[in-house]
């Protein structure tokens, strides 16, 4: 039998021009993420960027934040997705809830109100906390980065 995640209670307020419009929502029982929706109409221009307004204010508990991601069918049909993936809005933030979205397509994409946008994920945040030392613990990958893993997996036979 599935196990099902405890749900985590977010306060949300609808601003005027988002009295109309559904709350985020999973599509499926088991989606990550809710989908939210466009509170106002834009055209967004190849190379375009603009931060859709949703209509909603939120107050999300201390300890979790807000992941909003793009919508996979947008980013795949049209290349319009969120350029700050996955963006995070934090538990203090009180103003709108707004999808910075870009067009990296070749067309001019139009968002019309009420339309998905993107998802919003509820998560979990750790905080981490900075301790000073003198030197680090040796690694097989060392100080390789941006695609130096590649070979690791032939030096291991």
């Known amino acids: 039998m599935p196990m099902s995640s405890p749900e985590i209670p977010v306060l949300v307020k609808r601003l005027p021009h988002g009295q109309d419009l559904p709350l985020p929502a999973y599509a499926t029982e088991g989606a990550a993420g809710m989908d939210v929706v466009s509170a106002e109409d834009v055209d967004l221009a190849p190379g375009g960027r603009h931060a859709v307004a949703t209509g909603l204010s939120v107050a999300i508990p201390h300890g979790y934040e807000i992941q909003v991601r793009p919508r996979s ?28 979205m870009i067009n990296l397509g070749a067309e001019t994409f139009s968002i019309r109100r009420g339309d998905r946008v993107a998802q919003l994920v509820v998560a979990p945040v750790t905080r981490g906390s900075w301790v000073e030392v003198d030197e680090l613990d040796a690694t097989q990958r060392g100080e390789g980065g941006f695609g130096s893993t590649g070979g690791l997996a032939a030096l291991k036979g």
Request: no cysteine.
């Open 73 to 100: 069918g947008l980013a795949l049909k049209h290349g319009v997705t969120v350029p700050n993936t996955p963006g995070t809005i934090d538990s203090d933030y009180r103003g709108e809830l707004k999808v910075i």
